[in-house]
């Protein structure tokens, strides 16, 4: 089990050290763009993995916060021309306070009545954020707010501001999208270590258990939340920093959500890597078909339009066939390897 842990540092040590180095191996390219948004990926994998993997508390409505994240910075920065990166920790902020106004009564739901929720709360924001200044501009008292500027843009977006120098801005970002996945990935950490940990992991077995030894899993399960919260909303203003323009269609929409399930699932929920290794897999499986096409006879059929049943199809594999997801099929085939190896010293002493 040492060794394995070893080896597991060892190769990620490697792996990180590599994509700190591509901006200079590959600078301007292509390859820095997929590191980004692979880091950005990689943070909302692990941030909903906090609530979904340790708590157990499927959640299909996190794409509220990346959204949040997004437009508060996107207004803020528009309104006070205040430097973008100075809103993150109030991007994050505005998030947790979201999560806690919607997760404290839809926590106390359990299994897929909890889902099911978030589903429709999810729906509800969007709707909500992409008919926000149409309804701000119809109350008397509040239509001053967006008499000049607009707060989400409605179908038409916000647009940041294009910096002077967008090769040094996008490296800039490159590296603060590898630190705060660092960061994400170091709260994770902390967390599974921590009782604060403990107790998510024993609300995830046994609620009505943990109930009996004492610990409270409504206060635990909205501490979740708001932590995975504030995670994702971080996010959400990496990204509109990075692109410069949002969209509330986009930015709140359902298959965001959908995201974050699926790459820890695939992964390996409820681990420190397998989210990690989830969100990989995700991102370059999108990548590859944003641009393959599949040729029937003259018919020539875009694989992007087909995106999420193929996740889907890749979701039932895994859950019928690998409950433990990719991590779980590695540590499967290093155990097979390991009771080769002893089979065979055995037979040798025999």
Same mark, same amino acid.
């Given at each position: ?9 060892? &190769? ?13 191996? $590959?600078?301007?390219?292509y390859w820095q763009t997929l590191g980004l ?66 997760? $404290? ?69 490159? $590296? ?34 943990a109930e009996t030894l ?20 971080? &996010? ?5 920093? $990075? ?60 694989? &992007? ?46």
């Amino acid at each position: 089990m040492r060794t394995d842990r070893s080896l597991t540092w060892l &190769v990620a040590i490697v792996v990180l050290a590599f994509v700190a180095a591509l901006p200079m191996l $590959y600078p301007g390219s292509y390859w820095q763009t997929l590191g980004l948004i692979t880091f950005l990926f990689v943070s909302l994998s692990v941030s909903w993995n906090i609530l979904g993997g340790y708590g157990g508390q499927i959640s299909f409505g996190h794409g509220t916060f990346l959204g949040l994240g997004a437009f508060t910075t996107a207004a803020i920065a528009l309104r006070t021309g205040i430097p973008p990166w100075l809103t993150i920790p109030v991007a994050g902020l505005i998030a947790m306070l979201y999560g806690l106004l919607w997760g $404290y009564p839809t926590l106390r739901l359990r299994g897929p009545y909890f889902s099911i929720a978030t589903i429709g709360v999810g729906e509800a924001t969007r709707v909500l954020m992409i008919n926000l200044d149409d309804l701000l501009r119809g109350i008397p008292v509040l239509k001053e707010v967006v008499r000049f500027r607009p707060l989400t843009g409605g179908a038409s977006g916000l647009t940041l501001p294009m910096p002077a120098d967008i090769r040094s801005y996008a490296l800039a970002y490159y $590296y603060g999208a590898f630190a705060f996945m660092l960061v994400a990935l170091a709260v994770s950490w902390w967390i599974r270590r921590s009782r604060f940990g403990l107790a998510l992991l024993a609300i995830n077995m046994d609620p009505d258990a943990a109930e009996t030894l004492g610990i409270s899993t409504s206060r635990y399960k909205v501490m979740a939340l708001m932590v995975s919260a504030f995670l994702v909303g971080i &996010v959400g203003s990496l990204y509109a920093q $990075y692109f410069l323009f949002i969209d509330p269609r986009e930015m709140f929409s359902f298959q965001n959500s959908i995201a974050m399930v699926l790459m820890p699932i695939i992964g390996g929920v409820g681990t420190l890597w397998g989210p990690v290794l989830g969100a990989v897999v995700f991102k370059v499986v999108e990548d590859r078909l944003s641009t393959a096409r599949l040729m029937v006879g003259s018919l020539s059929i875009n694989l &992007v339009q087909f995106n999420l049943l193929l996740y889907g199809l890749l979701l039932v594999l895994i859950i019928l066939f690998e409950p433990g997801g990719v991590l779980g099929l590695i540590r499967r085939i290093g155990r097979s390897k390991l009771s080769l190896r002893i089979s065979a010293r055995f037979r040798g002493w025999v």
